[in-house]
């Protein structure tokens, strides 16, 4: 396949970051339910609205020196970085796939799992507002042939959310205490109607081998920067179990196939 050419991919870069500083919105905003169309952007300190020119991706962040025009309070380096991933994770995928429906399939995929995995890490929650719509879009991307086929994506999504049903039904009979969130359920099923049931299963093994590895730190880390949480975050293991099986899964499959069978 040809390489598109560098403006499609600066393009793809662009509507990337745009669409980080959206998320951005959704990432404050979903957790504390309010809307993320009205009001308009806010300073959180001083809570003027902040102007166009003052919200630009990235840029605005910069030529403000992290400080609101009107306060001169901090703005977290969050905002900048998030649109700089998207804006990576678009552009790549456009240069890697092409502008097509498989670079969308993979582009939103790691939005909206970079989205759960900064509420889970921030707020202990996954928002319905990024898995229910989220799975719809990858049922529905899953309906143009090319990619991973419908019926894949649709089976996928009910083994997800089949499975942490199960997991979650035998965790609170063994432990005797409330176990796993709908949010994780929900994610699952996102999960399955981007990557099928195979994907579902690589996510949870990826999911939870990343949680032992790096959970203790993580919780620790948490530890020191937030209130203490005892609970793991673990839809953002998931999101980067679910990161991983959409890039390298089917390598990961065929090196186990052939090296430990
Ligand atoms: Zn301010």
Redesign the pocket.
């Given at each position: 396949m040809l390489l598109p050419e560098w403006y499609v991919v600066l393009a793809a870069g662009l509507l990337g970051a745009a669409l980080g500083s959206f998320l951005n919105v959704c990432v404050y905003r979903w957790p504390a339910e309010q809307s993320v169309v009205s009001p308009r952007s806010r300073?959180g300190?001083?809570?003027?609205t902040i102007a166009w020119y003052d919200n630009i991706p990235v840029l605005s962040w910069i030529l403000l020196r992290a400080r609101?025009r009107?306060?001169?309070?901090p703005i977290s380096i969050q905002y900048p970085l998030v649109e700089l991933a998207v804006a990576a994770i678009w552009g790549l995928a456009v240069w890697q796939l092409g502008p097509g429906a498989e670079a969308l399939r993979l582009a939103s995929f790691l939005t909206i799992l970079l989205g759960i995995a900064l509420t889970d890490a921030r707020e202990m929650v996954i928002p319905d507002q990024f898995t229910v719509p989220g799975t719809a879009l990858g049922l529905l991307l899953a309906s143009i042939p090319g990619g991973l086929p419908f019926r894949s994506a649709l089976i996928g999504a009910a083994v997800g959310y089949a499975l942490l049903w199960g997991v979650k039904l035998a965790a609170e009979k063994a432990l005797r205490k409330p176990a796993l969130g709908v949010g994780d359920i929900h994610m699952m099923a996102l999960v399955g109607a981007f990557t099928g049931p195979i994907g579902v299963l690589l996510t949870l093994m990826l999911g939870s081998a990343l949680g032992l590895v790096l959970g203790v730190p993580v919780m620790w880390l948490r530890g020191r920067l937030l209130p203490m949480q005892s609970y793991l975050p673990l839809g953002l293991f998931l999101a980067l179990g679910g990161a991983v099986t959409i890039l390298w899964g089917p390598s990961i499959i065929d090196w186990y196939l052939r090296t430990v069978l």
């Open positions: 300073c300190a001083c809570g003027t609101c009107h306060c001169g309070n």
